[in-house]
Each structure stands twice: as C-alpha cells, then as structure tokens.
C-alpha cells in the first residue's frame, strides 16, 4: 500500500474512533440540567412504563430508594403514601382491553419493598384503570370502566351511528365509573361508595327515551353526543382522579371530552345514582365542568380550552395557587403541549357560580407554560405536572420519560430524561429506542411523577444515602458518583467556580470532558477559574483516602 493511501487510511481509523468515543460518551440519559439554586430540594417518584420497578432519586439524579418486588409494569398511577409504603396500579392484560390504560390490580408495598396489601378488580364486564387516589379515612377511590352493550347504548338514547367500528365489531362501549374500596388487609377490599357516568345522561336524539332534553340547558348532566366526534369504545377516557379534603370532591380528567369534571363524594351511593342529595343538594350530577364548553352545547371549537388532556389536579395548600387546577394539556389535534392552571368560580363552601346559557368560567387560565422551546417536546399522550412548594412546577412529558422543573417565570431550572427501558438500565449515551406497539411513544416513557419534601412523612425513619446514578457508565468512564460516598459538587451547573461538600483533606482532582481528555488537574479546585470553559458536560474525578470517584457536572 502507498504512503498517501496509509497515512489516509489511519485518518479515517481515528476519525471513526473519535466519532465512536463521542456518540458512547454523549449526554441522553439522567439528569441534564440542574440548577441547585432555583430547584426545590426533594425527592422524585416515578415508575418506568416499560418496566416493573418503581425509583426515588434526589435532584442529583441519584438513586435513593427502589421498589422491584412487583412482576407487573405499572397501571400506570404509583403514589408514596404518608407511611412510607408504596401505592401503585397494575398492567394486568386483563379480559376487559380498553386500549389504553389498562389496570386491574393495585398493590401496596411497604418501605423494604414486601407486599402487603393486593386487590384485583378485573373482570370481563368491568376494570380498574390508569389512576387510583388513597383518601384520608383509607379507603381508595379509582378509575373503572364497565362494559354497556349495544342495546343498552340504544336504550340511553345514543345515536349509535356517531360511534367508531371499534364499537360496531365489539358490540359494546366502556364509560367511566368511580368505585371507593375499603382494603381488606392482606387482600380484597369492599366497595362503600359508587358514582357513574351512566346514571347522569342526556340526549336530544330520541324524543322516546326518559333522559331526553336540551344539554345547553342541564349543564350538570353528561351529553351523550359529547363533543359530537364520532365515538370510540373506551368513551369517556378518564385518565386522572384527584380529591378535594376540603370540600370532600373529586375531579376528573375526561380525555374523550377535553373536560374535566367535579362531583360531590358526601352523597350516599343512592344518592350519587340520582340529582338530589349531598352537601350541594344535586346528588350525582356534575358541579363543575371545565374545558371544552361544546360538550354541553355552549360555543363551538373556537371556546376549546383542553385538548385530550390529562393529569387534573388540586394545587396543595402549601403551594402557591393553592385550590386552582393544574393540568397537564397534550394538545391533540393542536400539535403543542402546555401546563395550564385554572381558578375555578368556587366559594369557601365548594359551590360554584353558573350563569345559564354560559360557558363556565373562567374565560382563560390564571398561569400557563408553552411547551414550545427546543428544549421541551409535544407530548401527544400521558403526561402529568405538579406545582411545588416553591412555586416552580415539575412537568412529565410522559412520551419521552422526560421531566422539567419549570419556574413562575418559566425558566427550565431541572431536566431529567428516564434513564430505562423495557430491559432495565440504559448506557449513558445510548439513543433511547422507539416503542413498536406505540411508536409515538419511546421505550422509556412515564405515565407521571411526584416530587415529595424532604421533610415528607413517608421519609420519617428511613435512612436516604444517595447511591449511584440509574443509568450505566459508558466504557472508560468511572461512576458518576460513589454509593458509599457523600462528597458532592455545587453549583451545577457551575459558571466559573466549582466547591465540593464535605471533604476530608488531602483530595486530588481531575478535570476532563466527555472524550477523556483531562482538562485541568490539581489539589485546590475552589481556587480555580473556569469561566472560559466551553458549555457542555465535564467529568471531575476526585482521589483521597484510597478512593476515587467521579461526579458528572455542567458548565453553563
């Protein structure tokens, strides 16, 4: 071989290696922005879609807590309860497919991850699906479908032209039902109170039939032409319940509607069946709708506020706008996501204004973010968002196992993306794959996640050490961060300076970035100056007492 042909050659070698080492080495995994200023210090709760264990991390990305005992993927919904124990619903594959969300079984784990409480609740008339919510007596208030066959469609006065060939091949649609359920430890529970949708229809289609009326005028009542869309079998798709300690309320996310809706839960089952009784004397019937007006005939598709959302829910008492609604809205059919929070007409005995032949207010949202930027992503399906106690909100783009922590001012100060699929951990670096049964969807996709205080009771008596990152080191690379150890870097991002916590003297320190190539090395890493540093990610590798270890850190 010629000289000019090998020396060419050897060019292209170490090209193809550098670019190799670069890709192993790039950032797509774990925590990619972290402003220890402006985060809210906690702890995040989240369980992997594609997988079955259940993590806790620090804002570090660090792992603290894990549940893996459980042999199912999640129903999607898992809480951390005031106890320390671990809610969470069930992928089961039940009978009854409503094809998303399915459930049918909710699990509780204490904190050493043993099993202690089951309930299956799948048969093939009825199912549990995508979101449970523990209320303070103990009792479990969750989201299930329950089969209406065609002739009974026909009987509550629809018109089942308006409906999807899903519904025609299968002879029967799935409406949404709420079922409150007194566990029974270790397994089962017992069902105390009921509310569904089917008792609260009208329609102006068959004159016939004993729920016939004008829908603009029974705003409390569901239309059975909703937003007059041709219809699917999983009808209404509710997709989030929440609860309302105060007024002793529930809210709905209602994906089929662009609606959420608020119903009374101090009626009695009997009650709720009905248009009488409770607190607010109107039984069962919706005391608040919000979102989509269309669906009980006011306005037109110029007054959509939701598109196909999910995730309504009450802002705590110790956050700012507490008792507005925040929600998580995916933008079907609009091409963009945002977190809208409302401040629902509501006085302090949880009555809402109305005024007949109107839309409900408000007009418009009290806060919203745009999830336009390049950093951010549309987010057609899942998703939720969390106001913290710090006024900043925590965003799942659900889709991507993608999580923002947002600012009032709507800064992105934390983002953090799932660092595992369907096999378990990824590689730092690794492009995460596309789901093949829902390809708008990839494999590391989260349904929602929770940030809970430091100071959250569920944490009382358990020791929290931060351990390793989820994710696994790309070769070459040592651990980000060292189980046994509690040194750590700030601010990170860092601008110029860098200072690390909890020394013991004598450290040495190494400076390199994602190709290995040391940067600065030394004794003294406070007294140096890193401002002409390029923006990117560095890995600074501490050695003392026979140790090494190395933390992952941003320069912005």
């Not at 006065?157 to 025609?168: K, N, S």
């Not at 320190?509 to 940067?519: A, V």
């Not at 090395?521 to 002409?532: L, P, R």
Request: net charge negative; proline share 5%; with cysteine.
């Amino acid at each position: 071989m010629k000289t000019k042909q090998i020396i060419s050659f050897v060019v292209c070698i170490i090209i193809l290696s550098f670019a190799s080492v670069s890709a192993l080495h790039s950032q797509t995994l774990g925590v990619l922005i972290n402003d220890t200023n402006q985060t809210y210090k906690g702890y995040t709760l989240f369980a992997p879609k594609q997988n079955t264990m259940t993590y806790l991390i620090n804002n570090n990305g660090q792992k603290l807590h894990e549940w893996t005992h459980s042999t199912f993927a999640p129903g999607q919904a898992v809480y951390l309860l005031e106890n320390g124990h671990l809610l969470r619903t069930c992928m089961t594959q039940g009978n009854l497919g409503t094809g998303g969300g399915e459930g049918g079984r909710i699990e509780e784990y204490d904190w050493d991850d043993n099993l202690v409480w089951s309930m299956d609740y799948s048969t093939s008339t009825y199912m549990q699906h995508h979101d449970i919510k523990k209320l303070p007596n103990g009792n479990i208030i969750m989201l299930v479908v329950e089969k209406k066959t065609l002739a009974q469609v026909e009987a509550a006065g629809f018109d089942t032209a308006t409906f999807q060939p899903d519904v025609h091949q299968s002879g029967f649609i799935l409406p949404d039902c709420i079922i409150e359920i007194q566990p029974t430890y270790p397994t089962g529970g017992t069902v105390v109170w009921e509310w569904h949708v089917w008792d609260h229809l009208i329609q102006n289609h068959d004159a016939t039939k004993s729920n016939y009326g004008v829908p603009s005028a029974h705003p409390e009542l569901i239309d059975c032409a909703g937003d007059h869309r041709t219809k699917p079998m999983f009808w209404n798709h509710m997709n989030c319940i929440d609860y309302n300690a105060a007024f002793d309320q529930i809210v709905m996310s209602v994906r089929g509607n662009s609606e959420l809706w608020v119903v009374d839960h101090t009626t009695t089952t009997a009650q709720s069946a009905s248009h009488l009784g409770g607190n607010r004397g109107k039984g069962g019937d919706l005391l608040y709708r919000w979102g989509n007006p269309l669906c009980y005939g006011i306005g037109n598709t110029t007054n959509q506020k939701y598109f196909e959302q999910h995730d309504v829910e009450w802002i705590k008492s110790d956050c700012p706008g507490a008792g507005n609604l925040l929600c998580f809205n995916n933008g079907v059919n609009r091409n963009y996501s945002t977190v809208d929070e409302i401040t629902p007409p509501v006085d302090v005995s949880g009555n809402y204004a109305y005024t007949t032949g109107q839309a409900f207010a408000p007009t418009n949202f009290t806060w919203s973010y745009s999830m336009t930027s390049p950093d951010t992503v549309f987010a057609h399906d899942i998703s939720g968002a969390q106001r913290l106690p710090n006024g900043n909100t925590l965003i799942d783009a659900g889709p991507f196992g993608t999580f923002y922590e947002v600012t009032a001012a709507k800064q992105i100060v934390w983002k953090y993306v799932n660092p595992t699929d369907n096999t378990g951990p990824l590689i730092q670096g690794d492009t995460i794959p596309n789901n093949p049964v829902r390809p708008e969807e990839k494999m590391n996709s989260v349904f929602r996640v929770y940030r809970y205080p430091t100071t959250y009771a569920g944490f009382a008596g358990h020791v929290l050490t931060p351990g390793s990152v989820i994710e696994l080191n790309p070769t070459g690379v040592q651990s980000y961060t060292n189980n046994t150890s509690t040194l750590q870097c700030y601010p990170n991002p860092f601008t110029n300076k860098i200072y690390i916590t909890n020394k013991t003297g004598g450290e040495t320190y190494e400076l390199s970035n994602l190709m290995g190539k040391i940067i600065w090395q030394g004794t003294e890493v406070e007294k140096q100056d890193f401002s002409a540093l390029s923006q990117g990610v560095y890995f600074l590798k501490i050695t003392a007492n026979h140790t090494i270890q190395t933390l992952k850190i941003v320069k912005q």
